[in-house]
């Protein structure tokens, strides 16, 4: 079946640096998906791409659908402490309903 | 605001009893998933339905797990017999089917097999 490659699987980073996390897959997707899990919660969406090349920001969080749309990035500007957390990337495919399959998450850490 | 709802959030039980996890998704969406999160396999899809209809439940032990929805309001999945390897987190999310794509998720059901 279809898989993510996400990196890095965890990040340590000093508040206010930028952060960067990819998603590669051997598969094409028509839809990429980034979310947000906190301790004890569910995933919380991000930001939703639709179209190959697609760039889309939300506050500091911008998101890229690759070209080939086999990947995705997500970068993070000015990291502050309520970022940390895991971040998912989820590729999705029409079967009938949007299927999604998820990465395997990049854990962020922020010293202050 | 609307959201998924589970219950229960979290499930102690002993190896063989059966459990059952509910899920209300949110009011106008038609699709359905189930997912399983644990440490090693991460977030693993189990099954989806749409418009209450069951597209796709291969990724679920078939002898053992059950999913269904019984009206458009309510999402169960069911573990009979349970065993330990079932510990994980179980989250249902919703959305609306061909439409944009996005699934919102339930604060999931934490369950424990001992």
């Known amino acids: 079946g279809q898989q993510l490659n996400q990196s890095p699987q965890s990040m340590f980073i000093q508040e206010g640096e930028d952060v960067s996390m990819n998603c590669t897959s051997s598969s094409i997707f028509n839809t990429w998906l980034w979310y947000k899990q906190d301790p004890g919660e569910g995933p919380v969406l991000l930001i939703a791409l639709y179209k190959a090349g697609e760039l889309t920001s939300n506050g500091r969080l911008t998101a890229q659908f690759g070209i080939t749309r086999k990947d995705s990035f997500l970068n993070i500007s000015a990291s502050i402490p309520s970022d940390v957390g895991i971040y998912f990337c989820a590729g999705g495919i029409i079967q009938g309903a949007q299927k999604l399959v998820f990465g395997q998450g990049t854990r962020l850490t922020i010293n202050p | 605001d609307a959201r998924v709802t589970q219950t229960p959030r979290h499930k102690v039980t002993e190896m063989g009893q059966e459990v059952t996890m509910r899920c209300q998704p949110i009011l106008g969406h038609n699709t359905v998933f189930w997912y399983r999160q644990t440490m090693m396999q991460g977030l693993e899809l189990l099954a989806y339905?749409?418009?209450?209809?069951?597209?796709?439940d291969s990724g679920m032990p078939k002898d053992r797990f059950s999913a269904e929805m019984p009206d458009a309001t309510l999402a169960t999945l069911k573990i009979q017999p349970s065993e330990p390897r079932d510990s994980a987190v179980y989250f249902c999310?919703?959305?609306?089917?061909?439409?944009?794509?996005?699934?919102?998720f339930g604060q999931g059901t934490r369950l424990t097999v001992v």
């Open positions: 999310a919703s959305g609306l089917a061909l439409l944009r794509g996005e699934a919102f």
């Open positions: 339905f749409r418009n209450r209809a069951p597209l796709d």
